[in-house]
């Protein structure tokens, strides 16, 4: 207990401040959502970099859970929809069902280059992609980026909770 | 197998390539205690063909065999792991073997052969379920998992024969990530196929890409020089480092250890933005290329001091670890694969290390750079999750002493060469931080014909299977991040 105690010391505290947004966007912001936002993460085809950038964001540097944002286990228990792509042809059906499942209202954002358009694997027709997550359920925020990097990640959670 | 008379490829792996004798070839390679890599189908004018990569103790060996009468002799017999590599030649190809298990296994009926010449057949899926073999008896029942999964992990289906709370049997469907990569390689140029073998599993980028630039160059005869090649072997331990971090910390988590993953999470991190301000990207996507490295970097004494830091945190955390009782009794004894089981099964990489399968191209053979780094290599008998971890830790330290060593060593020089425009086979070989990556090649006039790539978790899946049969429920996830093996890099 001692010597994790003394590691837990030795690294002080590491969390940086929330990255600033567009201030244009503010409408209601984290305020309006009492600090607490709910996410079910969906991964319908990526290379899984991008999967590698969102665990980041729950590193005690971006610390996603202390400002009240947390990943949830079921899509009924979740407010926004993170979504990263290319949608597969057979991740299609559960990309749909996952969203249905959601109560109203709801958010959906779209991670990574594959997320926006489908990317590389969609640079020319793919029998096996759907393209990007817009082309399967209606999205309200795109993070560009392959990976897109933990802090635009969380910009982009922010803008579409201000949006 | 006698290696004489057999064409050597060029390039710096030591791979040679054979026509025929499908069946004896895959005996005797199996008798001298060989193993199976990959699978795979082409077709050109003169007809289908598939492909079998094995590995013995000279190298590897490539074997060519052409398809008469639409199918070809079963290898699920001598090595289990061909299985669902020859179920899926046949949902790509339409070219059928022999095998007693005629499932489909990439395709979920919503294409037809998409590498078959005369294009892609449409077809509508069928709507009966896909026949998982069922366990029946009092008291079993059945808990279907995915392929959407509680957390922030690929999608994959899991199909759990339970009594209570004990695991009677285990079966995967996979392939809900298929994209069609091996489509999608057939006309890239040269630098467009360089960007999306980076992205076949974004984990493991360097390895793919290092692998693809590895065939290009065999295929176009061209060495890299001495401090691109350092580099690339820097690149590829530091991902091999983080990837380990990362588990790491994951494991203690799903032990209920956070302060594991908080720990683990931090220095990974440091090391992600060292990464970024050294090489310009957090994971170092892009950064092999075809013909040397796409970003050098001066300031090595920076990166060696980053490692000896690195070492002192893991050698405290590996300590804390190993003296905590909780964790200690989660991680040993589950998910146990006997080293017999394991070889019988072909588990390779690093899950194959924990179960005594001593074997790693970077010690048995050893290109440039690891031919002077004299790499030990890291083994385990226990085969359970506290072997897995233990293996995880070894050689985080064994590649922190490597990465120094290379930054000692790298010499001033170039780091990139032009391409010609080429054709031929070439074929790259890597030890990724999950086991060994393979790229298989063909490029006519600087235009890909047909690229295989071919992940580890190939192998092990299937093996998962047995490691989780007679645990609990819970010990589930604990087992399977064990592995941690690839969904993209399996379906393709």
Redesign the interface.
């Known amino acids: 207990m001692y ?2 105690i003394r ?2 010391l030795k ?1 002080g505290i ?1 969390t940086e401040p929330a990255p600033a947004c567009d201030p244009s966007l503010k409408v209601g912001g984290m305020e309006m959502l009492e600090k607490s936002l709910a996410i079910r ?16 964001l ?4 971006y610390l996603l859970e202390g400002s009240g944002i947390q ?1 949830v ?2 899509p009924r228990h979740a407010d926004m929809l993170l979504v990263t792509g ?1 949608v ?4 299609e059906a ?1 990309l749909k069902a ?1 969203y249905d499942a959601m109560s109203e209202p709801r958010l959906v954002v779209a991670v990574g280059d594959c997320g926006r358009n489908g ?3 969609c ?2 027709r ?4 759907c393209g990007g997550i817009s082309s399967v359920i209606p999205v309200d925020v795109e993070i560009p980026g ?2 897109p ?1 933990p802090e635009a990640i969380l910009k982009g959670i922010l803008s579409a909770i201000r949006s | 197998m006698d290696f004489e008379g057999m064409e050597r490829i060029r390039g710096i792996a030591p791979i040679w390539k054979a026509e025929g004798d499908w069946l004896e070839r895959a005996e005797s390679c199996r008798d001298e205690g060989g193993r199976l890599v990959s699978l795979w189908g082409s077709e050109t004018e003169e007809g289908a063909f598939v492909h079998a990569a094995y590995v013995l103790s000279k190298g590897m060996l490539i074997v060519k065999h052409r398809v008469e009468g639409g199918s070809y002799p079963d290898l699920s017999g001598i090595f289990p792991c061909a299985s669902r590599m020859q179920r899926s030649i046949f949902d790509m190809h339409g070219i059928d073997h022999q095998g007693r298990d005629k499932r489909p296994w990439l395709c979920h009926g919503f294409w037809k052969f998409p590498l078959r010449k005369g294009g892609l057949q449409g077809a509508t899926p069928s709507s009966e379920d896909y026949p998982f073999v069922r366990v029946e008896g009092e008291g079993v029942h059945e808990i279907a998992v995915g392929p959407v999964h509680a957390g922030i992990i690929e999608p994959g289906h899991f199909r759990f024969q339970v009594v209570g709370e004990k695991l009677l049997r285990l079966e995967e469907r996979l392939g809900y990530k298929h994209k069609g990569i091996e489509k999608a390689f057939e006309g890239m140029t040269i630098p467009e196929g360089a960007r999306l073998a980076a992205r076949i599993s974004g984990d493991s980028t360097v390895a793919y890409s290092w692998a693809y630039a590895m065939a290009v160059e065999a295929a176009c005869g061209i060495t890299v020089s001495s401090r691109a090649g350092l580099l690339r072997g820097i690149a590829l331990e530091r991902e091999r480092v983080a990837n380990h971090l990362a588990d790491l910390g994951a494991l203690g988590n799903d032990a209920g250890f956070s302060f594991g993953l908080a720990q683990f999470s931090v220095i990974r991190e440091d090391m992600l933005r060292i990464n970024k301000s050294v090489f310009g990207h957090r994971l170092m996507m892009d950064l092999v290329v075809p013909g040397g490295m796409s970003g050098d970097f001066e300031e090595g004494g920076k990166m060696i001091e980053e490692t000896n830091i690195i070492e002192s945190k893991v050698r405290d955390l590996r300590e804390i670890y190993m003296d905590h009782t909780g964790l200690q009794d989660r991680f040993l004894t589950t998910g146990k694969v006997e080293p017999a089981l394991a070889a019988a099964l072909g588990l390779t990489g690093l899950a194959g290390r924990a179960s005594r399968n001593a074997a790693d191209i970077r010690v048995d053979h050893a290109y440039f750079p690891y031919d002077m780094l004299d790499v030990s290599m890291a083994t385990h008998y226990g085969g359970d999750v506290a072997a897995r971890v233990s293996v995880r830790f070894d050689e985080i330290f064994e590649s922190l002493r490597l990465i120094r060593m290379m930054i000692e060593r790298l010499p001033e020089g170039e780091i990139m060469q032009n391409l010609p425009a080429c054709s031929g086979f070439g074929a790259g070989w890597v030890e990724g931080f999950r086991g060994e990556v393979l790229l298989a090649l063909e490029i006519e006039n600087g235009v890909i014909r047909r690229a295989h790539p071919h992940d580890p978790s190939w192998q092990n899946w299937p093996v998962l299977e047995f490691a989780v049969t007679g645990n609990i429920v819970p010990d589930f996830p604990l087992i399977n991040k064990s592995f941690n093996l690839s969904y993209s890099g399996h379906d393709l």
């Open positions: 010597r994790i590691e837990i690294y590491k993460h969906v991964d319908a085809g990526s290379c899984n970099g991008c999967e590698l950038e969102i665990h980041a729950n590193n005690p540097y990943f286990a079921s290319p597969s042809r057979h991740m559960a996952t990317g590389i694997y640079s020319r793919n029998y096996a992609c392959c990976p990097e």
